[in-house]
């Protein structure tokens, strides 16, 4: 170290012209702060805007407002609403955790759908056939939904990792098999149909959780939700905390961003990633079982599309929330407000599906900011690092 | 403050100059690459133009070629003021470039990247018989219907070369066109230019950092130095020191720095003993040239130590089946510096990658301290204690998303935890104390690492690397595409790691480098070790001929 | 096993079965056309399911306004809006191009649902065209030359594909930015807008085939119509190893398998579950592709965004 020593000044000159990033003064950091929530807002402006032209032009009943006042009055205000909008959204909230997972190790899983239905499968079928005290009953039927959601993730995952086929192309198709599979279960008594005297004149139902069975549920000021809702907000914690403090959760996110680096430090790609599918699938099936088991879905009991699209949401709450365990919360229930504010817009005459419209609105607008800002920073790293070369 | 090159006689005077580039500024946020620099370039000349890394010659060349627009001045061709806006126009004002990083690609043949970049309609027929032509017109002996990815990194360049030739430009532009020959194929390329030069009346640019290449090769000479033009003129009358002090602004008295500066010869006229290297290359009338000289490390005896790293008989293929490691067999001893020498492409990328584990390999083992350890397995050869500067820290040596303090702890993680859950205050602490140590230049432990500078990234790898206690240290092109500081610093990391007894296996291209810091040096050549010798009697032009694929068996035996 | 032996010789020798999965294959053959110039240029678009369906829908809008010719011209025009959403948001702003496909997909879904439960277009099937000579091939024949005739227009784009592919400029580049974006950006080629070019052209191609399917197939447009063909599409392409007898291949057997399921039931043989039947193109494209995936070698580049200096 001592030779070089006085020749520091013309060498560290030579070497690094300037400080990689120049120091930023409070006052850009603050413009740039609030660049980015106008960026954000326009972006939800736009979105908005563009799902509420949609109804003024092609439904001649409803108008825009009258839309988003309807559907803000199913998911929060009216009566005993913003329960069941909890219910709906823990779906959404595990299904989320688990393509977060899944998402932080570089895998894109996109068949939480089928996932799910598997798993609420598997939860049905083990719920009714075993014996044993009803909370218990209800646990282990549970862990069987998550079995089952985990290996139909699973299987993705080994392809990926041994046969090298894209895990977003399997995982999709497999969750048609997946729908298919359990519909031909919902036509066979030693499968998942329903006795015939507990269907009454119904097709394709399986037999309804008995009431010991249910996960209890709880009345707060009014509003009457499962308790699955606080288990899905600490596995977000959970979440949260295992990806970003623990070493599993920092070699899964290594592995996520530079699989070579992360096989050089010691990450398999074969365990973590699918380690992750498995989890993401979990998370899924968990979903199914909490679905089946918890209310708000149906009456405790398996029908054909037994999904509802809450695999979707799910994946589509991880995209927006850009896999952050604890922003997911505030989006699941965004997402589960749309699903249960639409129930009301029968009464305007606008066709439901125009949530599904301000769904996909939202989440292609919240994808451009980042995109934006990513795109941004990077761009100015380079043009600062890539100086005289 | 810039000088303009002054006209030679000579009869083409009379047109004006293929290329006037005059006053350009280039600025990249607060850093200047290029001020107020001008060149001229003249039909019928090469014109080297010396630098350091990081001196704004690439960046002028860019300016030339359209890939980087100036903020100020002019570029004139044939007297009159052009602007070129991208590389497509530069092409049509007769300006091409041969790249120092190939632009081939490597699934498509000869003739479709020969083709790649033109306008107007694809005729393969024309572009295949144009090729065959200028092959045979230089004696380049490609074929128009290989395919890129079975040729050697020579040939490849000699696509490089036709691709330029094929629009039958006037101004042709170098990037370091012989970082990836070995010598003879290098004295092979400056034969071709030559001949394209005189015969053809094109004007050449010849960016090099390698002095020796500037002096045999070119007619006129301009020196860069932290983006300005700090001498220029006919090269005829110019020597090594003076051309070497002005590139570097001071007195060249370091050995280390020949290295930089590819004064290979200078190296090779010199014995061993360090204190001629100052009465040769400078006025050493520096009070600094007796501290500097006394630096460097007399030869080494062979450590009698049992060797800390054994690779014996690894063969290793690639997943198109091809063979890129041939029984190769090494070995490493404590406080060693191994260089592994070899023109690029024959197994060095390889051979880091299985010490990286990210190669499994088909027959052979490695062993570290005597004890086997497994191949491809996730992080075995890190726990084994082989720590690993990889050639392309970007894709084996760092997470760019993640932040400085993350990257410092990635091989790992349990020095800054407890049973299983992370520390964010000792990472932090940990890591602020690795930064101060390296010197590493950055807004804290917690700037994201893509904001880093490429040499303070590589800073970064190299205090994650080094504070793991390594048995064995692999450097794979450490100094690559760093300036002379920063080689400087990496030099002396490498050279105190072996002091303090870790096995160093240097891995490099650039034959001045690992001449400059090896104990012993050995030579790779399509994937198997093809040659030896210790640092005592390195016999260059026999380790060019080694590098270059020669069967040495007779001569090897006598050393 | 026996009944399925037996269901399997019925279904060969059936000449609607034939001609059924020949306009299932077609289908595919539109979508992966331009699905392989995408993915050759480095992109899987997931998003082609939502250009086929927003083809469909268009082609319903226009068959109701004024044609089958203005049908398919809002087929490609609706097409080519999402592939244009596609297209700017990974290849300009550089968002996850699997992102992106997969909220369009929910998204165009959510809005062709809808506007169809707003405003129902009045569409139908297109008759038939017999081509005189070919049409009288035993078996194949009417499979292949008496059908709708928009069904023709596949045809001609095969080689098309191919010609632009391996006998044009643009072809050339965009391999070549597929296989080394970096290398393709120094010799002057725009990486981003070339991709976007062949984003473009996939809306075009799967917007014309979603309208074709409509077209040929049902006739009513159900925003179920496509129901995952575009999945297949892509997977036909990475089954036929990203070339362009691989891919037709590709999409001829899992059109082929598909189709041929479906007429099991109506050949008398109701004992098999029509889950299985749903079912089967998916295991047979997920079968084909854990057999084959391995030992093609990709496009370098493919999936990976490419920004100016990064690698």
Redesign the interface.
Known sequence: MTDVGHLEPVASDAMNPTPNEPPVSERSRLTSASEVIVLYASCLFVALALAAL?VEL???KGSWSSVYTVILDGAVRSPGRWGLTLGVSAPILLVALGTTVSGRAGL?N?GQEGQLVVGAGFTAYVGVRIGGPGPLALLISLACGVVGGAVWAGIAGV?RFW????E???T???G??AA??V??GL?NQYLLLAPPEGRANRNQVSEPFALSRRIPRITLFGNEFPISVFAALAFAIIVWLVLGRTVVGFRLRMLGRNARTAQRAGVSEKRYGVGAMLVSGGFAGLAGGVMLTGGDFGNYQLVANFGAGIG?AG??AA?VARQRALVLIVVAFLFGGLRTGSGFLRSTG??A?????V???L??AM??P???L??RA??RA?AAT?ART | MTSVPNDHVGGEHSSPPAVELIDITKRFGQIVACDRVSLTLHRGRIHGILGENGAGKSTLMKVLIG?VLPDAGQIRLHGRQVQIV???DA?AHGIAMV?Q????????TVW?NV????????D?RHVRQRVGEISEQYGLDIDPDDRIAHLPAGMRQRVEIIKCLRRDPEVLVFDEPTSVLSPSESEFLFDALRRVVHHEGKAVALVSHKLPEILSVTDEVTIMRDGRVVKAGPTAGADASTLARAMVGRDVVLRREHAAFGVVDTLIEMPVDATDTTADTSAGDSPAASVETSEVVAPTETPAAAPVLRLVGITATGR?GRVLLDGLTLEVHPGEIVGVAGVEDNGQRTLGDVLSSLHDVDAGRVEVNGVQVATGTAGAMARAGVAVIPEDR??SGCVLDFTVAENLFLVDPNRVSRRGLISMSAMRSRAAELIDRFSINCTGPDAPMWSLSGGNQQRVVLARELSHDPQVLVAAQPTHGLDVGAIEYMSTQLRDAAKSGVGVLLISTELEEILDLSDRIVVIFNGRIVGQMAKGDVDVERLGMLMGGADLSTAGAQS | MGNFISALGDIFSNESAYRNAVIAAVVLLFAASGELVAEKAGT?N?SIEAMMLAGAYGAAVGQDQGGVWLGLLMAAAAGLVVSA?QAN?SHR???DQ???G???N??????V???V???EPDSHIVQRFEVPGLSKIPLLGPALFDQPWVLYLVYPVIPAVWFVLY???WG??V??VG??P???D????RVNKLRRQTIYLTGIMSGIGGGYFLFARSGRFEDSLIG?RG??A??AV?FGGWTLKGSVAGCLAFGLVGSFVLTIPSLGYQSI?P??L??AP??V??VA??VF??RV?Q??ALARPF?????
Not at chain 1, 163 to 166: A, D, E, M, S
Not at chain 1, 353 to 357: C, F, G, N, P, S
Not at chain 3, 106 to 111: N, P, S
Not at chain 3, 186 to 189: K, Q, Y
Request: proline fraction near 3%.
């Open positions: 949609l092609a439904s001649d894109v996109i392809l046969r090298n086929v894209p977003v192309l399997t999709l198709l497999m048609v098999v298919n599979l519909g031909w036509r979707f994946l589509l995209l606008v066709s599906r125009i949530a599904d419209v769904q996909g609105m989440v292609l994808l451009l980042p995109a934006i990513y795109l990077r761009r380079l890539s | 890939l991208d590389p497509i092409g790249h990083h190939f632009s081939l690609v490597e699934a498509l479709e083709a790649l970049g033109d306008v107007g309609r694809l393969p198109d970007h894709d | 899987i997931i959403v948001m702003l550089s968002a699997f992102v992106v997969l909220v369009l929910v998204l165009v879904l959510g809005i649902g809808f506007l439960g707003s405003n006998r044009t400029r050339l580049e391999r070549a296989e080394d970096n290398a393709s120094v010799s002057g080629l995952g999945y297949i892509i997977a990475i579950d889950a299985f749903a079912m998916n295991m494209t997920i592709m854990t995936a391995r070698r496009p370098a920004v100016r200096g990064l690698k």
